[in-house]
């Protein structure tokens, strides 16, 4: 009986010390999160003058929320229209509800018009995401410039990816060749007379 008793008390003591050092284990940290620029790796880049394309390439483990993205010029260089965002996974989140989010990647895009004597513009982007282990940050917004490409008028109106020779203004290089095109042949025979 005693023993019984012994071995019932020494249950009781293990599992009160098991429910306080278990939620410790659980616990998570600060520090066991990625810094919000390594987990969300954020790059732009101005295709043309008429577009400016924003990825983020997510680390394993974290989701950025589609409904906390915004990006806009910090001046009047750049007029834009809406932000295009793709589609995302659809996800409940307890304090957001339904919304959708990204995982790995995703590109938002800014379309609309650079202003002619601008060569580069300088947006603020906001953003939002968590990380798996249900820890979120909080908003994160960004100052970044992107150098536009030359307007096609600067080039006179060469495109500089498709010609990069001519929209460095130099002449085309004649062919070594040009001077070799066959010559029309004259017959050497009589004709009658």
């Known amino acids: 009986m005693i023993q019984r008793c012994l071995v019932t008390a020494a249950a009781r003591w293990l599992l009160l010390v ?8 659980h616990a998570v940290s600060e520090a066991d999160l990625l810094p919000v620029d390594e987990a969300y790796r954020l790059e ?6 008429h577009r400016v394309e924003f990825t983020w390439t997510i680390a ?12 806009q010029p910090v001046d009047s260089a750049f007029k834009f229209n809406p932000l295009e965002l793709p589609p995302g996974h659809k996800h409940h989140d307890e304090f957001f509800g339904d919304v959708e989010t990204y995982r790995d990647s995703v590109t938002a895009v800014l379309t609309g018009a650079t202003a002619s ?8 982007v906001k ?7 249900g820890i979120c ?16 008028a600067a ?5 500089p990816v498709a010609d990069p020779l001519a929209a460095l203004g130099g002449n ?3 062919c070594c060749c040009a001077s070799r095109r066959p010559r029309a042949t004259t017959s050497t025979a009589t004709r009658p007379r």
Request: overall charge positive; charged content about 25%.
């Open 172 to 174: 085309r290089p004649s």
């Open 18 to 25: 098991l429910a306080l050092v278990a939620p410790a284990a």
């Open 155 to 159: 080039t006179g109106g060469v495109d």
């Open 117 to 124: 004597d601008v060569d580069a513009v300088t947006f603020k």
């Open 127 to 133: 953003y939002q995401g968590c990380a798996d282990i």
């Open 60 to 71: 394993k483990g974290y989701y950025l929320y589609r409904h906390r993205f915004a990006v």
């Open 44 to 49: 732009a880049k101005a295709v043309d003058r």
């Open 137 to 152: 940050y909080p908003p994160t917004t960004r100052t970044v410039t992107v150098a536009m490409p030359r307007d096609a």
